[in-house]
């Protein structure tokens, strides 16, 4: 059923009250094709869990929200699995669903918000682990030939925060069933931030992959602020990444400047660093601002607008410029 003129407050994490011109759901790749053929050349916005995207304004068009449900296993053998989930799952029930099983691969990305069918869409990745990782395929309705297509990992084009979808194929296709190969052996992964720290917190020498979710839980719950308390998307910016040359010259002037390895020639800075070091960490403007424990994240206190948020981060990636000479990108969808 197609509603008209529906508020979507409730189905984004920053909480902006912009309206759909048109709103439906759909639980199958079924009742898409019978939604999208009664609709053809209206614009069109597949909604997951809203967890990350910026409203500016009304959305013009059909907003299509993805409730295809449903986890069954595809293949299995002594060592892994291949489990199939379908699009409208949410991310963080799919991990511990995976986890209780013991399936490992997934507990470094445990409570990252949304759902499973957008974690592709930007290769989600949190704590050293990427879903590229341990993806195995994925299955997409085709808008224009109105056909399923799996795309393996390689067709996804998958980067940092990047894939095809959000590239050359975006608003192209409706990711339906998303498929992941996870291991019967507990592969722990626990170098990266502060899970070493965390587990010693908690007296535990050899985590389980269950422990290890538990502290990746605690270190999130720690740093990031909770959408249901406070409006935000998570992370705003990607972090930068730029030619050695530039981190050299940047260390003349800022010898603590964090950089991390990355493709060679190229380093990877740290977004919420430069943010904080130009004096933006905690600013805020009444109803909205950069948060004050991560410089990272812009935040909506009630009843802010999309849009001052957005100016906002113009008014960010301006000043990282001058001060820094580094062009921050958007992480965050901006409609
Ligand atoms: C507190 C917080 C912490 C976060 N931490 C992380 C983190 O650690 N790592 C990380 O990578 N991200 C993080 N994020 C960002 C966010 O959780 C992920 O990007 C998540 O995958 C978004 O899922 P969603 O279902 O909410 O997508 P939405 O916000 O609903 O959509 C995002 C984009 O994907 C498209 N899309 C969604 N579903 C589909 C589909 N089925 N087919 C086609 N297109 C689709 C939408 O059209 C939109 O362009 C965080 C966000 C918050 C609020």
């Known amino acids: 059923m197609i509603e008209k003129n529906i508020p979507l407050k409730a189905f984004n994490t920053f909480g902006f009250n912009e309206t759909a011109e048109e709103f439906a759901r759909f639980n199958s790749s079924e009742e898409l094709t019978e939604l999208l053929q009664h609709n053809k050349n209206k614009p069109l916005f597949i909604l997951g869990g809203g967890s990350n995207i910026l409203l500016t304004k009304k959305v013009e068009g059909l907003v299509l929200k993805n409730d295809i449900k449903g986890i069954k296993i595809i293949e299995e ?140 839980i605690a270190i999130r719950q720690s740093k990031l602020p909770d959408p249901a308390l406070i409006g935000n998307a998570g992370s705003f910016f990607k972090n930068p990444i730029v030619p050695e040359t530039i981190v050299d010259t940047l260390k003349e002037i800022y010898p603590d400047i964090p950089n991390y390895p990355n493709v060679t020639g190229m380093r990877k800075l ?48 301006r000043d990282i410029k001058t001060k820094f000479n580094i062009e921050l990108e958007r992480e965050v969808n901006i409609m």
């Not at 309705?141 to 799996?150: G, L, P, W």
């Not at 909205?288 to 008014?315: I, P, R």
């Open 77 to 216: 053998n002594n060592d892994f699995v291949i489990v199939e989930s379908g699009a409208g799952e949410i991310w963080h029930n799919f991990v511990l669903h995976c986890i209780k099983q013991n399936w490992s691969g997934l507990e470094n990305l445990s409570l990252i918000p949304g759902s499973v069918g957008a974690s592709p869409m930007q290769n989600i990745g949190a704590y050293g682990v990427e879903i590229k990782d341990v993806f195995a395929y994925l299955l997409a309705y085709n808008i224009a030939s109105e056909e399923i297509e799996k795309f393996d990992a390689e067709q996804c084009k998958f980067g940092y925060r990047e894939s095809i979808f959000k590239q050359s194929l975006k608003g192209k296709y409706v990711i339906c069933h998303v498929a992941f190969k996870l291991s019967k052996q507990a592969i722990k992964n626990t170098t990266y931030g502060a899970i070493e720290d965390e587990l010693n917190k908690l007296g535990i020498s050899n985590p389980s992959i269950q422990d290890i979710s538990k502290a990746v």
């Open 270 to 317: 740290a977004a919420g660093w430069l943010i904080e070091k130009a004096g933006w960490k905690g600013k805020s403007y009444g109803n909205y601002g950069v948060h004050k424990n991560q410089a990272l994240v812009l935040v909506n206190y009630g009843g802010s607008t999309g849009k001052e948020v957005f100016d906002l981060s113009s008014e960010i990636i």
